[in-house]
């Protein structure tokens, strides 16, 4: 047996378990929004908030790195006066070695919030690209890899726009995930008062999980297992979005690459080794959500709905388009697809 297959998925349960309600001691009655960005965590994706200021996005940057044993967070605050050197680093010349030296920016980080990017120039937008994309930056002809993991959660404002450069198509296709945290309920911010009385969370945190456990959940994550059938489904999916009248553009062939690793990431977040059909719906409008660029005339006819309605309304006629497979050996409770797991 080699140690790939002894990685199997319910190896990685344990890890993603603790690392999940570390962060909940923290973040309150936002689970499945911290499972998504920890999916996005676990595939190699980022995240784009669009959200009101005061939504704990920060708190659940922070939580996340300080329940990572060894994990480096770091912060940019974007500003129109932000310059590509600011985010990447530059280099520096040292009068005693007569040469330049790389001083790293606040890029090199495990962890990094970039917090308002639609504030910052399009050409400070565009130095995240490399680093989103590959991992790296390239800085005076020089390539610098990033540390790893490399997670980013950039947010943005979405009723404040004076000022702003808004994020071209190129840029939101390379986040996984698009969400919104949203205000806490009635009893969850009744908990969040009575816990900072004395301090805040933040302080007394402690890891969970390490550096290492992260890079072998990934590993393990890759070997969730997608039925054929479903693989199928998701591609049909994804192409039906380049063809349906409300959408102008469908999402890419990158969307259909990030809404299947996200799939393997949720399924293992919550417990399972195998993807179901449910699982792809319920990631459809994160994942393609933001991929997808509407029609003028179709925006103005559902002038009054939220984002999230009108995005869900395209969910549906694209599923009663392409509906999900309801194979034989399918049964209500999943267990056909465990099985097909368990075979794999």
Known sequence: MTQRDEQRPGAGLGTAARLLANIETVVHGKQEEIRLVLAALVSGGHVLFEDVPGTAKTVLARAIAGSIEGAVPSRIQCTPDLQPTDVTGLGVFNQEQRRFEFQPGPVFANILLVDEINRAMPKTQSALLEAMAEGQVTVDGQTHSLPDPFLLLA????????????????????????????????????????????????????????????????????????????????????????????????????????????????????????????????????????????SPSYLAETRGLSRDEVLGNLRDEALARVPPPRPDWETADGEAWAAQDSAA
């Open 155 to 294: 947010t943005e404002n979405p009723i404040e726009y004076e000022g702003t450069f808004p994020l071209p198509e190129a840029q939101l296709d390379r986040f996984a995930v698009r969400l919104s945290l949203g205000y806490p309920g009635e009893e969850e911010e009744l908990q969040i008062l009575r816990e900072q009385r004395r301090g805040h969370p933040l302080d007394t945190l402690e890891p969970a999980v390490s550096i290492p456990e992260i890079t072998d959940l990934r590993h393990i994550c890759e070997d969730v297992y997608v039925d054929e059938l479903l693989d199928r489904w998701l591609v049909d999916l994804v192409r039906v979005t380049r063809t349906l009248d409300e959408v102008d553009v469908g999402a890419s062939v990158r969307g259909s690459l990030a809404l299947v690793k996200i799939a393997r990431a949720w399924a293992l977040l919550h417990g399972r080794g195998h993807v179901v059909p449910d699982d792809i719906e319920y990631l459809f409008v994160p994942v393609l959500g933001h991929r997808l660029l509407l």
